[in-house]
Structures are given as C-alpha cells and as structure tokens.
C-alpha cells in the first residue's frame, strides 16, 4: 500500500507554515469570482459591455470550473499537489494583473486564465490537506473554508469602496486582488520541500529503465486486505502499537472498501474501490512508467505442462 507523508513527528514551525498557506491560498479561491458583480455596472458603461457580454463573463468561471477540473487530476499525477498548486497560484495572480493592466482586451482572458488556476486549487488543495495532515484535515480544511469565506466576503465588499475611492478606476478596482494572490504564491513556497513519498518497488528498478532480458521487468500491488480473523489480528496490533492512528487508519480502509473492513468481491478485492484506491493506482502506475516497469505483459502458458502417465507420480512435478 501506498506510504503518505504525514504530519507526525513535524516541527511546530512547519505546522504553523503549513496553516498560513492553506489559509492563504483558499483566501483567493473566490475574490477574482466575486469581487466582478458589484462593479458590473461601471465596467458596462466604461468598457461598453452588452448585458449579453456581462452575462458571459459572469458565466466564464463556471465554464473553466467544469473544463479545467477533469485535468486536475492528470496534473497531480504527472507534477504533484504542492508543485501543480504553486503553479496555479502564479496563474492566478498572473490572470488578476491582466485583467487590471488591460481590461479593455484582457478582462475575458484574464478572468479564465485566472478560473482555470482556481479550479485546480478547488480539486487539489483538500486532497493534500488529507495527505499532509491526516490527524487534523478536518481543523485544516475548516480553516482554509473561512478563509474562503472571508475572502469572498471582503472582495464582494470592498470592490465598490475600492473603485470610487481610486476615481473610478477599472484597473485598480480588478488589479488590485493580484496583491493576496502572490502573497499566497510567496507563502506557498516552503512547501514544495514536501513530497509524497510515492511507491516502493525493487532496488533492481531504481537505477531507470533496464535491458529486457536483464532485471525486474514488471511489477505488481495488493491493497491491504483483511479477510476473516486477519482483520481481528491487524485491530489489536494496531490499538497496541498506534492507539492513535487506529480511528484514522480504519477510516481509510473502509473508504478503499465500501464502507467496510473487507470487501472479497471479485475484481475489487485486490485493489479496491474509491477515490483514495483509485489515487493509489495511478501513482503506482507512474512509478512504473518511470522505472520502465509493465511496458511487455507475460503470458501465462500451460504449454509446459505434463500430465503424469501413472496415477502416484504427481509428486513427481516437485
């Protein structure tokens, strides 16, 4: 099974590093959303905007929502949470200067540019509080929500105040949420000393991709599996040797599982059912394409195979 890296045994000041930059993060997760409807209005008359025009760019973070997300995951597969949430970070700071600088020609593209870095951060950012922080996701993700919230709130409120007390100006009224956002893109930074710990596979594939007729040539896993008295036996190794990882350890199992402990249905008792399983094969899948592992498939073959002439000589065979 997949080893995470988890925040046990962590120093309190990469803790504290950790909360600031999800706080800071799911801060800008909606200001370039909401701080736009309060000053449709200026925008229609200083940029000569249709009711139809507005209504699109009210509609455009929606549309890059649904498009950009079904990507997020392939990104996190192929970069990693906190490389891909550092990136779409930049992006949406970059979206947010655009559309200030220029928003005559750039209040379209800099809106979807900065949607589409928002909508990687909405698929990835919880996914790796639950595997930074597994012990306190919940506390995390509470606090990275308020700070979603609060960020939402404010943009909405500000906007107005912002654009009449700069004279009417579009630019600074748009440009001005680029500020928090490369804050965040700041605050993000120590975190890209953290990886997941990825999957263990034989000292014989780390060196790379090896001659076929040389080596381990593929590889294989089995997602933790607890039939009949195996599971009493893992709960009482568990409550003695890590009493408190025991409710978070279980939870997990049951999410891979159906809700249960075990699940011995065909086709799913091997590698199991649900987004954490599902994660688990394809990073297992990567580490393979990067070791040169699976690419030729060896077929089973009971061409070899001779059945005994006389009955008694089958331990002949051993």
């Not at 800099?110 to 922080?133: E, H, P, Q």
């Not at 893109?185 to 007729?213: C, D, F, I, N």
């Not at 954490?276 to 394409?289: D, K, L």
Request: glycine letters at 8%.
């Amino acid at each position: 099974m997949a080893k995470y890296q988890a925040a046990n045994g962590r120093r309190p000041y990469e803790i504290t590093l950790l909360i600031v930059a999800v706080a800071a993060a799911g801060f800008n997760l909606r200001t370039a959303i909401t701080s736009l409807p309060p000053i449709f209005p200026d925008l229609q008359t200083q940029l000569h905007l249709s009711s139809a025009t507005l209504s699109l760019l009210a509609a455009t973070p929606v549309i890059c929502f649904g498009v950009v997300s079904a990507f997020a995951a392939w990104l996190n597969r192929r970069y990693g949470e906190e490389a891909n949430l550092l990136v779409a970070l930049v992006l949406l700071t970059a979206g947010l200067l655009l559309r200030g600088a220029a928003p005559g020609i750039m209040l379209f593209p800099g809106t979807a540019l900065a949607a589409s870095a928002i909508a990687v951060l909405n698929v990835l950012l919880s996914s790796m509080v639950k595997r930074r922080w597994p012990e306190r996701a919940g506390l995390l993700i509470g606090i990275y929500l308020t700070a979603l919230s609060v960020g939402a709130i404010l943009s909405s409120l500000l906007s107005v105040p912002l654009y009449r007390s700069s004279g009417g100006s579009v630019r600074l009224a748009l440009g001005v949420w680029a500020v928090p956002a490369a804050l965040a893109a700041v605050l993000w930074l120590p975190q890209l000393r953290y990886r997941t710990a990825g999957v263990r596979l034989p000292a014989s594939a780390s060196a790379g991709p090896l001659p076929v007729t040389a080596g381990v040539k593929e590889a294989g896993y089995v997602l933790l599996r607890l039939p009949l008295e195996v599971r009493d036996l893992f709960r009482e190794w568990l409550m003695a040797n890590y009493p408190d990882r025991y409710r978070h350890v279980f939870t997990l199992i049951r999410d891979m599982r159906g809700g249960r402990d075990y699940d011995s249905q065909w086709g799913a008792r091997m590698k199991g059912t649900g987004p954490m399983a599902w994660m688990i094969g394809r990073r297992f899948e990567i580490a393979c394409e990067k070791l040169g592992l699976n690419k030729r498939r060896s077929k089973l073959t009971t061409d070899h195979f001779a059945k005994p002439k006389r009955s008694g000589q089958q331990l002949s065979l051993f």
